[in-house]
């Protein structure tokens, strides 16, 4: 089955182009069917990047699927034209009284910053609390898995000595999970942060389960045990060139950076990037579309009775 996205939205073609399946919304209209509702708040500074990543990966599945995105319209985005966004995405007083089988919120540059410092942060915290009752499954990517383990359990973020940046292998803890299901024992995963969370906080919070870990770098995927909030610190969304255009970024801008480690061939830089977690993308996204699909309510007013 098709995504449906908003007319118009410039990555559409490149989609088209990689056989990825749209539908236009009048066509989308007379089918008989009643679709998954996604809302994608994407915080990330090169949005048309985000997007194309993040559709890539929810376009392979045979649901039918509307995506919809969202911006914070109290932070002035310094990559993106205003004009851009108030025509392909929401902000929250649009959106505030429709109901999403699912929210994805991306990660962000901000990590040098306390949550509270964070120009937007009252407004990501309204829609934070918007969520639990006008979104059945939340799926937080790196900094924003930080902030909503903030948020919901008081788990706070701790500066790392340097940058983890690279690729690396991390264990699948519980094989039978359906989040987890198509998975190898071991896996790899890009990071690219430079902050974690308090490990020995989350062992302390049941309600938390820890699907993968590192035995140094620590966990990768969280779940909460009602399965309807996945944490992902890693970015498996990420293109094979994410982390090298981020490399070259930073040494452009003279900050003090290692290179991306199991990474490059050989690490040479000059070598095209080993592409290893492009098959775990793709199972991770369509289990947690499956499990939402086999979930959500059919009716989405009903959300209001889950508040978690």
Same mark, same amino acid.
């Given at each position: 089955?098709?995504?449906?996205?908003?007319?118009?939205?410039?990555?559409?073609?490149?989609?088209?182009?990689?056989?990825?399946?749209?539908?236009?919304?009048?066509?989308?209209?007379?089918?008989?069917?009643?679709?998954?509702?996604?809302?994608?708040?994407?915080?990330?500074?090169?949005?048309?990047?985000?997007?194309?990543?993040?559709?890539?990966?929810?376009?392979?599945?045979?649901?039918?699927?509307?995506?919809?995105?969202?911006?914070?319209?109290?932070?002035?985005?310094?990559?993106?034209?205003?004009?851009?966004?108030?025509?392909?995405?929401?902000?929250?007083?649009?959106?505030?009284?429709?109901?999403?089988?699912?929210?994805?919120?991306?990660?962000?540059?901000?990590?040098?910053?306390?949550?509270?410092?964070?120009?937007?942060?009252?407004?990501?915290?309204?829609?934070?609390?918007?969520?639990?009752?006008?979104?059945?499954?939340?799926?937080?990517?790196?900094?924003?898995?930080?902030?909503?383990?903030?948020?919901?359990?008081?788990?706070?973020?701790?500066?790392?000595?340097?940058?983890?940046?690279?690729?690396?292998?991390?264990?699948?803890?519980?094989?039978?999970?359906?989040?987890?299901?198509?998975?190898?024992?071991?896996?790899?995963?890009?990071?690219?942060?430079?902050?974690?969370?308090?490990?020995?906080?989350?062992?302390?919070?049941?309600?938390? @389960?820890?699907?993968?870990? %590192?035995? /140094? $770098?620590?966990?990768?995927? +969280?779940?909460?045990?009602? &399965? #309807? *909030? @996945?944490?992902?610190?890693? %970015?498996? /969304? $990420?293109?094979?060139?994410? +982390?090298?255009?981020?490399? &070259? #970024? *930073?040494?452009?801008?003279?900050?003090?950076?290692?290179?991306?480690?199991?990474?490059?061939?050989?690490?040479?830089?000059?070598?095209?990037?080993?592409?290893?977690?492009?098959?775990?993308?793709?199972?991770?996204?369509?289990?947690?579309?499956?499990?939402?699909?086999?979930?959500?309510?059919?009716?989405?007013?009903?959300?209001?009775?889950?508040?978690?």
């Amino acid at each position: 089955m098709p995504i449906k996205i908003v007319e118009g939205l410039p990555v559409a073609e490149h989609l088209r182009s990689e056989r990825v399946s749209l539908i236009e919304t009048g066509r989308a209209l007379t089918q008989d069917i009643r679709p998954l509702k996604i809302l994608i708040l994407n915080l990330m500074p090169k949005k048309e990047e985000t997007e194309l990543q993040l559709l890539r990966l929810l376009g392979n599945t045979p649901l039918q699927i509307d995506v919809d995105f969202m911006y914070m319209n109290s932070h002035l985005s310094k990559n993106t034209p205003k004009s851009y966004l108030q025509k392909y995405y929401y902000h929250y007083d649009e959106i505030k009284n429709e109901r999403f089988d699912g929210l994805i919120i991306t990660g962000a540059p901000v990590e040098h910053l306390e949550f509270s410092e964070v120009d937007y942060s009252k407004e990501l915290n309204q829609v934070m609390k918007w969520s639990e009752t006008h979104v059945f499954s939340r799926f937080y990517i790196c900094w924003a898995a930080q902030y909503a383990l903030n948020y919901y359990f008081d788990i706070e973020k701790i500066p790392l000595s340097e940058k983890l940046f690279g690729i690396f292998q991390y264990k699948n803890n519980i094989p039978s999970h359906k989040m987890l299901r198509g998975f190898d024992e071991y896996y790899h995963v890009p990071q690219s942060r430079h902050t974690r969370v308090d490990y020995e906080r989350i062992e302390k919070i049941p309600e938390l @389960i820890k699907l993968t870990e %590192h035995p /140094e $770098y620590g966990p990768d995927i +969280l779940i909460t045990q009602d &399965q #309807r *909030d @996945i944490f992902v610190f890693g %970015h498996l /969304e $990420y293109d094979r060139n994410t +982390l090298n255009n981020e490399y &070259q #970024r *930073d040494l452009a801008r003279g900050d003090d950076i290692q290179m991306p480690k199991n990474y490059f061939p050989t690490n040479d830089p000059t070598e095209r990037p080993i592409f290893n977690w492009k098959s775990h993308a793709y199972i991770l996204y369509n289990n947690w579309l499956n499990q939402t699909y086999q979930n959500t309510p059919y009716d989405l007013d009903e959300l209001v009775t889950l508040k978690r």
